[in-house]
């Protein structure tokens, strides 16, 4: 605003009537108004790269590639049912040869932490961090831990650590509390 105020007094006392001022004054305007807008441009230009970049990071991309957790199973042969292990071929009480029992602990570290890799960007020794803080935050409940961050897959938020650990917090916390905790507990 003191560069306008001043070329304003210059002018005025070159002796510019005030047609030639509010010329003046407009360029000068238009020219502080030209700047701000490349400078917002470019902050937005910035943004939709930065915003991109973390949109094309996949699996793929990353280098650091894990093996599967288990063997394919065996194709079932043809013309024989598959065995339950409540059915009555299965009495031995064994567990059915085709059925694996769910690993929550196992599918959160392989299928979790290269989901957390594919939101993130990050590499794997950070996203295994990751999920073992927000594992330790969840009171070792690997099943919210996973269900959790499936949400985030499908929510894609902006930021998924934090929307990751504010549902963890939101889940694993108590009633809230209430600022004075003689009142909650009646002693007031």
Sequence with gaps: MTMLADLV???????????????????????QIDREEARKAKGRERVRKHR?????????????????????????????????PRSE?????????????????????GRGIQAVMT????????????????????QDEAVLVLRIIDEAEDHRPANPTAWIEAALRKRTTGPPRYGNSRVKEGFL
Excluded: H, Y
Aim: charged share 15%.
């Design 9 to 31: 007094r210059a002018l005025a006392a070159a002796g510019a009537n005030a047609e030639q001022i509010a010329a003046a004054v407009e360029v000068v305007e238009r020219q």
């Design 119 to 138: 939101m993130t960007g990050k590499a794997r020794p950070q996203a295994a961090n990751m999920v073992g803080r927000w594992l330790q935050l969840a």
């Design 52 to 84: 991109e970049l973390k949109r094309n990071v996949t699996p793929c991309n990353v280098t650091d590639v894990t093996p599967p957790l288990s063997p394919p199973l065996p194709p079932t042969p043809p013309n024989t049912p598959p065995i339950s």
């Design 89 to 109: 071929a299965n009495a031995s009480g064994a567990a059915a040869p085709n059925v694996l029992p769910f690993d929550p602990r196992g599918d959160l570290f």
